[in-house]
């Protein structure tokens, strides 16, 4: 019986052994696969928030070009103001000169030849304000999108590099 109870009492000890070896590896592996959880989960966050600083730049350089274009539009559109009242102002003048110029006329030759005259130098520099009023509205559209078509395609390029 002594032989039996330390048989009974060896196997106990190796049974005890056994389930604390079987419990430091369980442990062990619950630690390993725990602490690879909590690292995926670090990298899983840092990536978003790297994300969403991206896209906060990205929507911080999207309203820059947006700001820049309406001023430059508005730049624009004031030129153009100030060149057709400056046009305006003088054609006003230069009518008001020709209708003293064409009351001095002496004949109805000479009314119809300064009319004539004043209907050409009329016409030129209304040709003429047009082509400085063409060239004010081409610059200002296309001073005005450059920022934008910039940003489209800084975003395209990047959209790009990512796939």
Do not use: C
Request: neutral net charge; without cysteine.
């Amino acid at each position: 019986m002594a032989e039996t109870a330390e048989t009974l009492k060896k196997t106990v000890e190796q049974t005890a052994q056994t389930a604390a070896q079987t419990a430091a590896k369980t442990k062990a592996q619950a630690e390993t696969f725990q602490a690879a959880g909590v690292k995926a989960m670090r990298e899983g966050i840092e990536k978003s928030v790297a994300s969403l600083s991206e896209l906060n730049v990205h929507g911080k350089k999207n309203l820059d070009a947006m700001v820049e274009s309406a001023t430059v539009a508005q730049k624009g559109a004031e030129a153009l103001s100030q060149q057709a009242l400056g046009f305006a102002k003088t054609s006003w003048e230069d009518g008001v000169a020709a209708s003293k110029e064409l009351s001095t006329a002496r004949s109805v030759q000479e009314f119809f030849e300064l009319q004539t005259n004043w209907a050409k130098k009329s016409m030129e520099r209304y040709m003429s304000e047009l082509t400085r009023t063409n060239e004010i509205l081409t610059s200002t559209v296309k001073d005005s999108l450059k920022p934008i078509n910039d940003r489209v395609s800084e975003s395209v390029e990047a959209f790009q590099a990512a796939r």
